[in-house]
């Protein structure tokens, strides 16, 4: 089935869907409905946007970190919902209800979930990279690490982040030209 007719079903479905849904994912011919994260998972999304916002208004002021938000690649068949994304401020004042393009994405982070682990380390590890996004910060709060990912391209099983740096909870991350302090990230109880 195209992109076009999986966004109208997946459009169809969130007018009906009950609470707390809180938006979809198209991955490929699958939509994945999604329910409201957990306060530990809300927390550190909460605490890298602030963090991003603080340093974007000082060395980026035309780009803003935003919680929510939908990036989508039709070429590619995916619309996806990071849990952090940085993009220009003239993105936002955009008179559109469409998703975020994904050219227009500096940053994405996912916070994984304790269920479905395997999105944020596999299926992601390869789309975001295929949609060009420079920079991937996912963060494991079933194992407390960090992995900063960038340098989108070619790898010998398709597009990959060719740079890789790891670290655990309480370290300071270094992402693209900014920081983000982990010391106040919690594991999942």
Same mark, same amino acid.
């Not at 919680?67 to 068949?77: H, N, S």
């Not at 469409?98 to 982070?109: G, T």
């Not at 740096?165 to 300071?172: A, L, R």
């Given at each position: 089935?195209?992109?076009?007719?999986?966004?109208?079903?997946?459009?169809?479905?969130?007018?009906?869907?009950?609470?707390? *849904?809180?938006?979809?994912?198209?991955?490929?011919?699958?939509?994945?409905?999604?329910?409201?994260?957990?306060?530990?998972?809300?927390?550190?999304?909460?605490?890298?946007?602030?963090?991003?916002?603080?340093?974007?208004?000082?060395?980026?002021?035309?780009?803003?970190?935003?919680?929510?938000?939908?990036?989508?690649?039709?070429?590619?068949?995916?619309?996806?919902?990071?849990?952090?994304?940085?993009?220009?401020?003239?993105? *936002?004042?955009?008179?559109?209800?469409?998703?975020?393009?994904?050219?227009?994405?500096?940053?994405?982070?996912?916070?994984?979930?304790?269920?479905?682990?395997?999105?944020?380390?596999?299926?992601?590890?390869?789309?975001?990279?295929?949609?060009?996004?420079?920079?991937?910060?996912?963060?494991?709060?079933?194992?407390?690490?960090?992995?900063?990912?960038?340098?989108?391209?070619?790898?010998?099983?398709?597009?990959?982040?060719?740079?890789?740096?790891?670290?655990? *909870?309480?370290?300071?991350?270094?992402?693209?030209?900014?920081?983000?302090?982990?010391?106040? *990230?919690?594991?999942?109880?």
């Amino acid at each position: 089935m195209d992109y076009a007719r999986m966004r109208e079903i997946g459009e169809e479905l969130a007018r009906h869907a009950p609470d707390p *849904f809180v938006g979809y994912e198209i991955v490929g011919d699958q939509i994945v409905m999604m329910t409201s994260p957990g306060r530990p998972h809300e927390l550190i999304a909460w605490l890298i946007r602030e963090q991003l916002a603080e340093q974007l208004r000082e060395t980026s002021p035309r780009l803003i970190a935003h919680t929510g938000g939908e990036v989508a690649d039709p070429t590619i068949g995916r619309l996806r919902r990071p849990d952090v994304l940085v993009v220009p401020y003239d993105v *936002f004042t955009e008179r559109t209800m469409d998703p975020v393009e994904p050219a227009d994405v500096v940053l994405v982070a996912e916070i994984v979930s304790p269920s479905h682990h395997t999105n944020g380390y596999l299926d992601k590890m390869a789309e975001y990279p295929a949609m060009g996004i420079p920079l991937y910060l996912l963060v494991d709060p079933r194992k407390g690490t960090v992995a900063a990912l960038s340098d989108p391209g070619r790898g010998p099983d398709g597009p990959r982040y060719r740079t890789r740096s790891d670290y655990v *909870f309480g370290d300071v991350v270094t992402v693209g030209s900014w920081t983000v302090d982990t010391t106040d *990230f919690r594991t999942y109880p």
